[in-house]
């Protein structure tokens, strides 16, 4: 009974792993030659650089604001705190195209701080700017809540005798805590650049859709949609091996033993 | 109806999706129903005529609206229609011709220009007015009627002219509807959209002047397999049922030339 049971669950196991599998396997497999040429002049690089540039700026303001957050989280308990970290959780919710129109609305030209940013000769919506926020924006919660559970679980005694031994609180932050929550940190780090990667709803409603300016891959992917399906493809698929180089870069860096050598 | 959104399948799908219906025990008495696919642009008027032709025949009608692209990928992949009425010929070109009867001309919706009420855009001569101009993708209909236009313009306006309105052009959304949404916003402050996007809404419309101005000819064709009252159906949406199209922008038009 137990075998039947752990064959039913391994069936079921392997179903989902040829699931999520198959329709990248099957992207490839319908492409057809020439599709790369055309997707290079249809602007494959131009946008992969936009997006890969846009998404390292994103990553780099939410690990600088990030951790600082994540750090406040653990030390706290009381109500504040709670009801700010059910805050961050909300953009992981909310259907990107939401995201969009929630950001025009406080930061667009007709928007809650529209008159006061135009007064100061600032125009955010259809810019750089706008990409990087909307990536910002939807990528927040799979880094800050992670590394604040990961914070969490550093041991308070552990913090205490690190100070009775005259190790100021930055020295511990950055020679304990963090080295101890290194591998969530880096896998927080990896989930929500990928998001941002993928970002492509609100990023489409508030940042717009213009080739050099605004148009990351995802965007061109879909702009590429209402044409031949063949270049549309071969982007998906270069998102997709960046997507993995990104994983398989972090993981590697062992930024746990970079982290580590300080202590 | 749910059901069938979420399981495209191919050939013989009726049984298919009668098991995904009694499975998610949702209410599946449109078995029978007229499944009409419409391009954004013309789903709102094609609910409507619906309506009209459900009342009139009993069929009942069932519009599924979305981009003339992504219905076509859907149609080619077999997905369960009965009627396609995308926004352009170009649509019914290719995989997607295996499927269908020989198309039919349904009728005209005209590009026009679109502007905020506050801005200073009155025409198509004006648009270099504007600060934000936002224009469809070229790869969407929309987007290459406005090329067509605004070369056209060119000519008559000037080298000068066309400068401005390119440095202005903020994005090239990926449909029309996309294109609208930034003017209603306030986000932008004009845009070339169809006159049925237009009608109805408190934007103020130019029409394009004559002699730049280019028609999108919507066509409406039958699936190969559907039942005779497919049939009925496009033939009276072409004459009484235009009506309700209309009443949205739409004219009747000659047949390309």
């Known amino acids: 009974m137990t075998d039947a049971l752990r064959i039913a669950a391994k069936a079921l196991g392997f179903a989902l792993v040829l699931f999520l599998l198959l329709p990248f396997v099957a992207l490839a497999l319908t492409l057809s030659a020439g599709d790369y040429t055309a997707a290079v002049d249809r602007g494959l690089w131009e946008a992969l650089l936009l997006s890969l540039g846009s998404t390292t700026i994103a990553a780099a303001v939410l690990v600088l604001s990030g951790t600082p957050l994540a750090w406040w989280l653990a030390r706290r308990s009381g109500w504040l705190a ?38 100061a000769g600032i125009g955010i919506p259809f810019t750089l700017a706008a990409v990087v926020l909307a990536q910002l924006f939807v990528a927040a919660p799979f880094f800050v809540l992670p590394v604040a559970d990961a914070f969490r679980e550093v041991d308070d005694e552990l913090l205490w005798t690190a100070r009775s031994l005259g190790t100021g609180p930055a020295a511990v932050f950055f ?40 148009q990351t891959l995802p965007i061109a992917i879909y702009t590429e949609m209402e044409g031949d399906l063949g270049p549309a493809r071969v982007m998906a698929l270069v998102l997709l091996g960046f997507a993995l180089l990104l994983f398989a870069a972090l993981r590697t860096a062992r930024v746990e033993r970079v982290l580590g050598k300080r202590t | 109806m749910y059901a069938r959104g979420l399981l495209r399948v191919s050939g013989g799908q009726r049984p298919v999706a009668l098991i995904a219906c009694a499975s998610l025990l949702s209410a599946c008495t449109d078995g029978d129903a007229l499944r009409v696919f419409a391009a954004a642009s013309v789903g709102q008027a094609m609910e409507e005529a619906g309506e009209a032709w459900t009342a009139r025949s009993g069929v009942e009608v069932r519009v599924t609206a979305a981009g ?34 020989a198309p039919a001309l349904l009728g005209c919706n005209h590009p026009v220009v679109v502007a905020r009420p506050g801005s200073s855009v009155r025409a198509l001569s004006s648009l270099d007015r504007a600060e934000r101009i936002v224009l469809g993708a070229p790869e969407a209909p929309i987007g290459a009627y406005a090329d067509a236009i605004l070369a056209r313009a060119t000519e008559r306006y000037g080298e000068a002219w066309r400068r401005r309105v390119d440095r202005r052009v903020v994005s090239r959304e990926i449909d029309v509807r996309q294109v609208l949404t930034k003017v209603q916003l306030g986000e932008a402050d004009a845009a070339i959209v169809y006159a049925s996007d237009a009608a109805g809404s408190p934007l103020r419309v130019a029409r394009i002047p004559d002699g730049l101005e280019v028609e999108a000819r919507y066509p409406v064709a039958v699936v190969a397999d559907a039942p005779a009252e497919a049939r009925d159906f496009a033939r009276w949406l072409r004459e009484d049922g235009f009506a309700h199209l209309e009443r949205h922008g739409w004219t009747r038009c000659e047949a390309a030339p």
């Not at chain 1, 990896?190 to 300016?213: C, I, Q, S, Y």
């Not at chain 2, 859907?74 to 997905?79: F, K, M, P, R």
């Not at chain 2, 926004?87 to 070109?93: G, R, Y």
């Open chain 1, 82 to 119: 709670r009801r700010i970290e059910g805050l961050v959780r909300l953009p992981a919710v909310t259907p990107p195209a939401v995201a969009g129109v929630a950001l025009l609305a406080a930061f667009g030209r007709a928007g809650l701080f529209g008159e006061a940013l135009s007064e």
């Open chain 1, 175 to 214: 020679r304990v805590v963090l080295p101890m929550s290194a591998p969530t940190f880096v896998g927080g780090l990896a989930m929500a650049w990928a998001r941002a990667l993928g970002e492509f709803g609100a990023t489409l409603v508030f940042a717009g859709n213009l080739p050099g300016v605004t």
């Open chain 2, 68 to 101: 003339s692209q992504v219905l076509r990928r859907q149609i080619e992949a077999g997905a369960p229609a009965d009627v396609y009425a995308p926004a352009s010929f170009a649509h019914l070109e290719g995989a997607v011709s295996e499927r269908l009867e």
